[in-house]
Structures are given as C-alpha cells and as structure tokens.
C-alpha cells in the first residue's frame, strides 16, 4: 500500500505544480482574448464608415452608368443621322457629277456647233464673193 499512497502524493503534486504552472498561461490567454476583442470592435468602427463610402460610390457610380447608357441611344441616333446625311451628300454629289458631264458635254457640242456654222458661213461668204 505505501507504492499506492507514494504514487497518489506525487500525482497529487504533479497536479499542484501543473495548476500553479497554468494559471499564468490562463492568464495571459485571459489578456489575449480581451486584447483581441477590443482590436476587432477597433476594426468594426473602421469598417462601417469604409462601407458606407463604398456604397456611396457604388450608387454615384450607378448613376454615372445609368446616364452614360441613356446618352448612348442618342449618340446612336446621331451616328445615324449623320449616316443617312452622308448618303445624302453622297447622292447630290452624284447628281451634280452627272450633270457637269451632261453640261461639260454639251457645252463641247455646242462649241463644236458654233465652229461648223463659222466655218459654213464663212465659205458660204467666200463663195458669193467670188461669184
């Protein structure tokens, strides 16, 4: 019986000494979790002024979008009318290249025309001349 009480008083003081060794360490872990709590409400005041400004700039930037696209149906149309004026242009200046031709064509009948009456009327004065 005396090995059973020799191993009863040295569990008994390993547990003393072991208790005695992890109040410190309790203590600390006690610290650090305090210390951690107060960094993470620290950390939550900071972040909630954070996240309001990300909203802020989320909603401005939706706003930036939304009239970026209702502009964009009328840079559409613009682009388009500009299209349909440039086929207009296009046209006229179709129609006006045809008509110079005609104009520059007849013009070069009409001075061909004007040079054969000359030339008729004058051998038609030479000739009653002579006659």
Known sequence: MLLLEITSAVTAVTLVVLAICLIPVLMEMK?????L??????????????????????????VVTNSAAANADGVN?????????????????KVIGIASEVVAGSSAWMTGAKVAGKYIADRLMKIKNRG
Do not use: C, F, Y
Not at 77 to 93: C, F, K, T, V
């Open 31 to 35: 610290k650090a979790a305090i210390s």
């Open 37 to 62: 709590r107060s960094v993470a409400e620290s950390l939550q005041e900071e972040v909630k002024p954070l996240i309001k400004e990300l909203r802020e700039t989320v909603a401005d930037i939706q």
């Open 77 to 93: 149309m613009l682009l388009s009318e500009l299209g349909h004026a440039g086929h207009n242009i296009r046209m006229i200046n």
